[in-house]
């Protein structure tokens, strides 16, 4: 559990670190990336939140 | 994006049809469902299973989030890949970004004036109902031919580089 979690977190750090830079270098419509952006990171801060609390009480 | 010329202007910025990109987003959401689907139906599974699922409930549900959570990131690598292949008209040339991979890209580009001829087809009804279609444009170039594979609205495209060649030869 300890791995997968750390490993999952690995995962998203680095794949959002190449997301973003993509966003950010090529860019053509600013407003719709913007949205694409938020959505993304809401979701995932929803998600991730979740995990940690599922890890937490699946740890106990 | 790209880096234009002095005095030059984009016309039209153009991408493959949304189609293919909502059919794979309907396969990841399907294969992210997949786990909670399993909960759901967890009475009609077979009782090994059953018991694996009711006795590391918490486990499972933390394990099904995390597999949520990567869908969510590899959706929007596969959206960002469609979103980075483009396809641009300028006053003085066409680029076409063909976004391979999100570390590879292939960067054509062809001045209007060397366009020797252009057409569009568009192939079986879905195509014609969703209006998306491939263009081909001829050049006197080293490239001899540019194919622009599934775009949305094919005959925009066509008559947007048509109009900006005449305006290219006239100037």
């Known amino acids: 559990m300890d791995i997968s979690s750390w490993a999952l977190l690995a995962f998203f750090v680095i794949a959002t670190i190449i997301l973003n830079y993509h966003w950010k270098k090529y860019e053509v419509d600013t407003m719709?990336?913007?949205?694409?952006?938020?959505?993304?990171?809401?979701?995932?801060?929803?998600?991730?939140?979740?995990?940690?609390?599922?890890?937490?009480?699946?740890?106990? | 994006m790209i880096d234009l010329y002095p005095e030059e202007k984009i016309i039209l910025i153009e991408r493959k049809h949304w189609l293919p990109i909502s059919i794979e987003g309907l396969s990841f959401s399907m294969a992210g469902i997949l786990p909670f689907l399993a909960i759901g139906i967890a009475d009609s599974l077979p009782q090994s299973i059953k018991?694996?699922?009711?006795?590391?409930?918490?486990?499972?549900?933390?394990?099904?989030?995390?597999?949520?959570?990567?869908?969510w990131v590899l959706f929007f690598m596969a959206w960002t890949k469609y979103y980075l292949d483009i396809f641009i008209v300028t006053t003085k040339r066409i680029v076409d970004i063909n976004q391979i991979s999100l570390f590879s890209r292939d960067v054509s580009e062809m001045k209007l004036e060397h366009i020797q001829d252009i057409n569009y087809k568009v192939n079986g009804l879905l195509a014609s109902l969703m209006k998306f279609g491939d263009v081909h444009i001829q050049s006197a170039g080293e490239k001899n031919e540019f194919v622009i594979r599934n775009i949305s609205n094919p005959d925009k495209l066509c008559e947007a580089i048509s109009k900006q060649h005449l305006e290219s030869l006239k100037g």
């Open chain 2, 51 to 71: 018991l694996v699922i009711d006795h590391y409930r918490l486990n499972y549900l933390f394990f099904s989030s995390a597999w949520l959570l990567v869908i």
């Open chain 1, 32 to 60: 719709r990336v913007r949205a694409t952006r938020y959505v993304y990171f809401t979701v995932s801060a929803v998600l991730i939140t979740v995990s940690a609390i599922l890890f937490y009480y699946a740890s106990l």
